[in-house]
C-alpha cells in the first residue's frame, strides 16, 4: 500500500476544508487534502451555488412572464417568454463545474497534495484512502474532519422514486408540473419559491405554526406574503404522514387527513451530520448531539483531531465553515487563535431576501437587555422605489444604555448584500452614532440601514 506522510490530513474539500487547505499551504505547511467527490463539497455542487443560480434562472423568467402578462409598471412588455429548462440546468452546471475546477487550482498554487477517494480512519493519526488505484495510506501529525452534511431521510417517505432530496431538485431536467415540498425552512422556501416561479403548481407542507421557525415572524411576513401572491399553497402545522400513488398525505393542523398530488415530493426537513463516515465512530470522539463536539479552537477531544463546519454543528452555514478552516490552518501553524466572532450574519434567499446578524429583539431582551429598535422601511428609501421594491424593512436592535449595536436584520429585495455592513457594525463593536456618522452613498438600499440607526436615536430624516 503506497504511503504518504504530511504534517496536515484534511478530510473533505467542501468550504471548511479547501479554506483550511488553502491557508495551511500558505503558511507553509505540508497539507494533503482528501475528497471522495468532486471538489467544492455540499455547498459549490449541490448547495449554495446551483440554488442561487437556479433562484436566479427563476427571477428573470418570473419578470419575463409579469412583463408578458402587461403587469410591469415601467411599462415594458413581451411576447410569450419561453424556457429551455435544460439549457438553464447546463449553464448552472458550467458555473458548478468552473468554481469546482477554480477550488483545485487554488488548492494546487497553495501547493496541497490533493488525494481522491473515501477515506477510513484507522487511528487519530492515519487514514486508509479507498482512491481509483487503490488503497493508499496517509499518516499525518495533525488531522482536520471536515466531512459536512446530507439531507435528513423521513423514515415514512425515504428518498426514490418522486419523493426526492435538494441535491436531485438541483439535477431535475424538467420543471415539475406539481411540486410539494416539505420543510418550509431555508431549502423548502428557496427552492419552492424557484420552481414556482419557474411554473410549478406549489405547496409546501411545514411542521411547526411559521414558515422559517428560525427567523422571527417580523421578518417571515413579507416572505409568506410573496409566497401567496406566487400562488404558492402553505399549509404550516402540518405533518406529513406518507405517500401514497403519486400524492403526499398529509395531516392538517385541524387533524384532517389530505392529499396532496405530486409529480416530485421534495424533502428538505434538516441536515445531519456525516459523523460516523471515515470511521469516525471508531474514534469515539466525544459529541455534542449528533455533531462532533469541538472547544473554542475547533479542537475534539482526541489530540491532534480538529473538526470543522457542518460536523459540528449549528448553523451550517457556509461562510461559518470558512472561518473555522482559516482558524485551524493558523492554528496548526502555531498562530495564537480561538472562536471570537461576535456574529455568524444568515441570508435567506427568497423572495424578498432576509438577512439576520446578531440578536433578535426577543434575543435580547431574553438576555436581559433593555433595548431600542430602529426600523425603517424600502418604502421611504429612493433606491428601493426606483427598482420597484418597496417591500420590507431594515431593523436596527441597540442596547438603551450605551447604544451598542447587538442586532441587525432586514427583509427586502436584494438585502443580502447589507450583509457585510451588517456583520462589521457588530463585529467591530459599533454604536447607533458610528453607523449615523458614516456618510451612506445616495441612492442605495444601504441609507435604509443609516436611517434605521437615526430612528433609534430618534431622529430619522425620511420618515
Ligand atoms: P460540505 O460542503 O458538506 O463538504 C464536505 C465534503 O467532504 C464533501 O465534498 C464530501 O464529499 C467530503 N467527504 C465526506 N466524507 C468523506 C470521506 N470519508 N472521505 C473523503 N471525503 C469525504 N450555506 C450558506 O452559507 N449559504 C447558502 O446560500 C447555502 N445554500 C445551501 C443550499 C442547499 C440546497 C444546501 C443543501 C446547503 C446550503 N448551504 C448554504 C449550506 C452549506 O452548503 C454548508 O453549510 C457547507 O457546504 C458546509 O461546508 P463543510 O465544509 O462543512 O461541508
Ligand atoms: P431547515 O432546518 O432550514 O428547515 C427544515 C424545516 O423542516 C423546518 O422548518 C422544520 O420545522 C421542518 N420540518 C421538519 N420535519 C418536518 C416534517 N416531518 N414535516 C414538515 N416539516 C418538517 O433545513 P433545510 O431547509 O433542509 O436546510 C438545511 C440546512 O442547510 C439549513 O439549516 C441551513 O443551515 C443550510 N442552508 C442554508 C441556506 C442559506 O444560508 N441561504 C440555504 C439552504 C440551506
Sequence with gaps: MKEIICKLLIIGSGPGGYVCAIRAGQLGIDAVIVEAARPGGT??????????????????FFDAKRMAAGKNAAGITVQQPAIDFGKAVSWKDGIVGKLSSGVTTLLQKSTVKIVHGTAT??????????????LQLVRAETIVIATGSEPVELAD???????????????????????????????????GTAFAKLGSEVSIVEATAQLLPQYDADLVRPVARRLADLGVRVMTSTKATRVSEGALIVSTAEGREEQLDADRILVAVGRKPRASAAGLDELDLDRSGPFIR??????????????????????????????????VAEIVAGRKRAWDKRCIPAICFTDPEIISAGLTPGEARSQGYDIEIGQFPFSANGRALTMQSEEGFVRVVARRDTNLILGLHAVGQGVSELSAAFALAIEMGARLEDIAGTIHAHPTRSEAFHEAALKALGHALHI
Design 157 to 191: 417517505i425515504p428518498f426514490g422514486g418522486i419523493v426526492i432530496s435538494s441535491s436531485d431538485a438541483l439535477a431535475l431536467r424538467e420543471v415539475p408540473q406539481k411540486l410539494v415540498v416539505i420543510g418550509g425552512g431555508y431549502i423548502g422556501l428557496e427552492l
Design 43 to 60: 455547498c459549490l455542487t449541490v448547495g449554495c451555488i446551483p440554488s442561487k443560480a437556479l433562484i436566479h434562472v427563476s427571477e428573470q
Design 121 to 134: 480512519f484507522r487511528d487519530g493519526k492515519t487514514v486508509e484512502v479507498d482512491t481509483e488505484l487503490g
Design 294 to 327: 469541538i472547544d473554542d479552537r475547533c479542537r475534539t477531544s482526541m489530540r491532534g483531531v480538529y473538526a470543522i463546519g457542518d460536523v459540528t454543528g449549528e448553523p451550517m452555514l457556509a461562510h461559518r465553515a470558512m472561518a473555522q478552516g482559516e482558524m
